[in-house]
Nanobody, 129 residues
Framework: QLQLVESGGGLVQPGGSLRLSCRAS????????IGWFRQAPGKDREGVSC????????AYADSVKGRFTISRDNAENMVYLQMNSLKPEDTAVYYC??????????????????????WGKGTLVTVSA
């Protein structure tokens, strides 16, 4: 059974850092495209970052470019999202998702990469002083 479980969320002050983890089971992450998404209170879910199958082509939302980094550890079957210089507007539940043989398009707005097949249940990130 394919499963994604996020962890690493919590409370952090503005300007701080967090690393989110996504543990995959039932499939090999190297064969899947992986995405990170978030949903803030009262807002729609939005794409944050995406890593393609194979060549690992990466894309980021404009709002996080230069601050967030997506990575993948094939040996551990893990995916990460390193988040630096966090802002209060980054507060949201963060989800990882996966889709087999997925190529990440360039970012084209908040609905980017939204059609992935498999989703975790999310981890809450709160950025507040």
């Amino acid at each position: 059974q394919l499963q994604l479980v996020e962890s690493g969320g919590g409370l952090v002050q503005p300007g701080g850092s967090l690393r989110l983890s996504c543990r995959a089971s039932g499939f090999a992450v190297e064969r899947y495209g992986i995405g990170w998404f978030r949903q803030a209170p009262g807002k729609d879910r939005e794409g944050v970052s995406c890593m393609s199958t194979g060549d690992g082509r990466i894309a980021y939302a404009d709002s996080v470019k230069g601050r967030f980094t997506i990575s993948r550890d094939n040996a551990e079957n893990m995916v990460y999202l390193q988040m630096n210089s966090l802002k209060p507007e980054d507060t949201a539940v963060y989800y990882c998702a996966a889709d087999e043989n997925y190529w990440c398009s360039p970012y084209r707005g908040s609905r980017s990469w939204d059609g992935m097949d498999y989703w975790g249940k999310g981890t809450l990130v709160t950025v507040s002083a």
